[in-house]
């Protein structure tokens, strides 16, 4: 039971931590690339693709934490590694929150000048995103070979 829970948690966390990645590093260029100077119908696009998700990752962190948490509760051996990977996805979590929340409806309604400013800042907090995840994804890694 113990290995099938830490299938779904490292599974997930990988998916999590993938997906970010895809999308900072692969998806976002290319919809630059291929829309070029049509700013608007790229920010349509992004929206669409957007569309619905913010639940979905809820879900899938929601399943990352309760998953770790059930871990914790089996085998308490480098308990403090686990404590700074919760804190890591609680981080990556409120900044999740904050672009869902805050930062997708002032993109929706911003002006074509306000634009430029929000999509360098999307990129910040994602990478940022990224890292903290990724450390997460990492540090349970190292608890796993110790």
């Not at 829970?5 to 291929?34: C, D, E, N, R, T």
């Not at 693709?49 to 899938?60: F, P, T």
């Not at 990977?85 to 409120?94: E, F, N, P, S, V």
């Not at 074509?112 to 540090?139: D, H, K, V, W, Y």
């Amino acid at each position: 039971m113990t290995a099938l829970i830490a299938i779904v948690h490292a599974g997930l966390a990988a998916a999590w931590v993938g997906g970010m990645a895809y999308s900072l590093f692969v998806v976002q260029p290319k919809l630059k690339k291929y829309f070029g100077p049509r700013e608007d119908d790229r920010e349509t696009l992004t929206a669409i693709i957007a569309s619905g998700n913010r639940y979905k990752v809820l879900a899938l962190i929601a399943v990352i934490a309760v998953s770790g948490i059930i871990l914790i509760l089996l085998d308490h051996q480098h308990w403090w590694l686990h404590a700074l990977k919760a804190a890591l996805l609680l981080a990556a979590t409120a900044i999740f929150w904050y672009v869902s929340w805050r930062h997708w409806p002032r993109r929706i309604f911003a002006t074509a000048a306000e634009r430029p400013a929000l999509q360098r800042q999307l990129i910040t907090l994602a990478t940022i995103m990224l890292g903290l995840a990724g450390a997460a994804f990492a540090l349970g890694v190292l608890a796993a070979q110790l």
